[in-house]
Every structure is written in C-alpha cells, then in structure tokens.
C-alpha cells in the first residue's frame, strides 16, 4: 500500500503526463486518477488520524483488552466533530 506522500506524488505525475498527450479520453482518464489517489491520499491521512487518537485513548484508559472498536469509534466520532466544529 502506498502512503499519502506518495499517491499525492502519483497524481501529481498524472497531471503531469496529461499535459503531454494529445488524446482527450487519455487526458481525461489521467485526470479522474489524479483525483482518484487525491481522494485515496485523504482517505489514509484521516485513518492514521483516527488511528493515533484510538491508540491515545487505549493508552489513556489503562490498555484495556477487547475495547478497539469502541476507541476507533470514538475517536472516528472525536474527529468528525472537529471537522463540523471547523466548518
């Protein structure tokens, strides 16, 4: 699996190559990726958001066993409230 980093520099390229073609369907295509690992690239960011914050929890509530998916809850929950607050 690539990293943010680099799907970000993917789609970069994309951009790039677009610039030298002259098909439209090929220039098309290479834009929608472009967008695509963009869009992949914010996906992953905000999972190791969560990520980090369900780990702080865990750690902040003794390591508990068996509760990982309610700190990934919250902390999804923790996150989203944020972005609305930022909104």
């Known amino acids: 699996m690539k990293t943010p980093h680099e799907l970000r520099r993917e789609a970069e390229r994309c951009r790039r190559l677009a610039t030298d ?3 439209p369907w090929t220039i098309e295509a ?3 990726l472009a967008v695509e690992y963009e869009e992949l690239a914010g ?3 905000r999972q190791e958001l969560v990520r980090r914050r369900a780990y702080e ?3 902040q509530q ?3 066993h ?3 998916a ?4 919250a902390a999804e929950r923790e ?3 944020a972005e609305d607050g930022a909104c």
Do not use: C, K, Q, S
Request: net charge negative; no cysteine; hydrophobic share 35%.
């Open 21 to 23: 073609i002259d098909d």
């Open 30 to 32: 290479l834009r929608e």
């Open 43 to 45: 996906v992953l960011d």
């Open 57 to 59: 929890m865990w750690e």
């Open 62 to 64: 003794g390591r508990p």
């Open 66 to 68: 068996g509760h990982h």
């Open 70 to 73: 309610d700190h990934w809850t």
């Open 79 to 81: 996150l989203a409230d």
